[in-house]
């Protein structure tokens, strides 16, 4: 397989996940992005042997700083992020068990259960030495409080056997989650950025809002409207039933 150096943009874009899910504070964005660039800037390194090998002065230089999106970030294009940038780092043999990928993860899993997704998981037997199933045995006891023999039971374990990560990209499908994001996607006046399927520019979002909120004032005016109605329409039926003739009397 190839590999590539993903953009700043796609740094951005998981670090800035990480940092509303949490796994980073304001402090850690750019030492975490600088960190994904090494971690990326690595892999190529020892899959192609002329690239740099990756120093923190050269990360520093390469990703200077964290840049916020000034637009809402869709789950999928977070999980996508993820993928693209997780298939360009794994050349590296220390990607594995770095502490780079165990925070991506988090953020990957973190992303997956506020988008509604779950991880598998699977109750299993605890196996001994010998290969057999675990057996915790407690004594049973009589009425005169003596043992009188053993019961037990298999001792189990949780297991994930697919997170919530996994779950997502099986629904969504390899090719809707497997992102770079160009630059033009984050540029205001490239049509990139209105027609982005990875991120919504956040003044669509906000006139979608207003929109909403017009729509629901509308509707509670129209209500209002219509219990006056309807209050009147009751009034002019107590009138015509009431009998002139009462006021007579």
């Keep these: 397989m190839s590999a590539f150096l993903v953009t700043n943009d796609t740094i951005d874009l998981i670090v800035q996940a990480a940092y509303k899910y949490k796994v980073v504070n304001k402090r850690q964005r750019t030492l975490f992005g600088q960190q994904l660039w090494q971690a990326n800037q690595q892999s190529m390194h ?69 988008a509604g997704f779950a991880a598998v998981i699977e109750s299993v037997p605890v196996l001994g030495e ?21 019961v037990g039971e298999f001792q189990r374990n949780d297991v994930v056997t697919a997170t919530a990560a996994a779950q997502m990209r099986a629904a969504s499908g390899w090719a809707d989650c497997f992102w770079d994001i160009a630059p033009l996607q984050r540029n205001p006046h490239s049509e990139d950025y209105e027609n982005n399927v990875m991120v919504r520019p956040i003044e669509i979002v906000r006139a979608e809002r207003d929109a909403e909120a017009e729509r629901i004032r509308l509707e509670r005016m129209a209500a209002v409207v219509a219990q006056a109605a309807s209050e009147q329409d009751d009034t002019d039926d107590d009138d015509d039933d009431w009998d002139i003739e009462d006021d007579e009397a």
């Excluded at 230089?61 to 693209?84: D, E, H, M, Q, W």
């Excluded at 050349?91 to 990957?108: C, H």
């Excluded at 010998?130 to 053993?150: L, R, S």
Aim: glycine residues 6%; aromatic residues 10%.
């Design 130 to 150: 010998d290969g057999n199933p675990m057996i915790v045995a407690e004594p049973q006891h009589n009425g005169a409080g003596e043992e009188v023999g053993y």
């Design 46 to 114: 020892e899959k192609y042997p002329n690239e740099a090998e990756p120093t923190y002065l050269l990360a520093r230089n390469a990703y200077s700083s964290f840049t916020p999106f000034p637009r809402k970030l869709k789950r999928a294009a977070v999980s996508g992020a993820i993928a693209c940038f997780g298939y360009q780092a794994c050349e590296s043999m220390s990607w594995p068990t770095s502490e780079v990928k165990r925070l991506l993860d988090t953020v990957d899993e973190k992303n997956a259960v506020a």
